[in-house]
């Protein structure tokens, strides 16, 4: 992890040598982030502790038949309900948008997937086409050798060896000039 450079970083930091002055490396104190899960378990426990210490005061107050302690004991419950609802609308709208993510993540996947099988399945057919180019060359080639007793492969072997030769003679050429 790169720090800035600033007055505030100690000369170890602008070292890099990953330990602050507390002496815990870098890694350690990012590794004991807590998981959102165990945050909104310990928020819902501190609203849970609000609520019953707002139930408790309100009881004590109506006990003790103080209006204005148990007005306050109702607001303290009312002014967390409306915390633990804004939390939850906030959570949930941040829920909405991540679904409304994945659904384009997932459509655009989609599409580039149709458009990879659109594609395969041309070049399927470009295949068996060059295939089947290919088998009917090799078969007038067969054919044109046995109406040809044989002469043809014959003709094109000779052809063949007399340009292995000139590429042989060329080569040399090219050897003995350079």
Not at 1 to 10: D, G
Not at 41 to 52: P, T
Not at 154 to 173: F, N, P, T, W, Y
């Amino acid at each position: 992890m790169e720090h800035e450079r600033t007055s505030l970083a100690s000369q170890s930091e602008r070292r890099g040598d990953g330990v602050n002055r507390l002496g815990r490396s870098h890694a350690s104190t990012s590794a004991t982030r807590h998981p959102p899960a165990s945050r909104a378990f310990a928020a819902l426990l501190a609203a849970e502790l609000l609520v019953v210490l707002a139930l408790g005061v309100t009881g004590y107050a109506v006990a003790a038949n103080d209006d204005i302690l148990a007005a306050i004991g109702l607001a303290g419950i009312a002014l967390t309900a409306m915390a633990i609802g804004l939390g939850a609308r906030a959570s949930m709208r941040r829920l909405a948008l991540r679904c409304e993510a994945l659904g384009r993540a997932r459509a655009e996947a989609e599409f580039a997937r149709y458009e990879l099988e659109v594609e395969n399945a041309e070049l399927e057919r470009r295949n068996a086409d060059l295939e089947a180019e290919r088998a009917a060359i090799v078969d007038g080639f067969d054919w044109i050798d046995e109406q040809s007793a044989g002469r043809l492969r014959k003709l094109l072997e000779a052809a063949g060896l007399e340009v292995a030769d000139l590429v042989d003679m060329a080569l040399d050429d090219a050897d003995e000039d350079g």
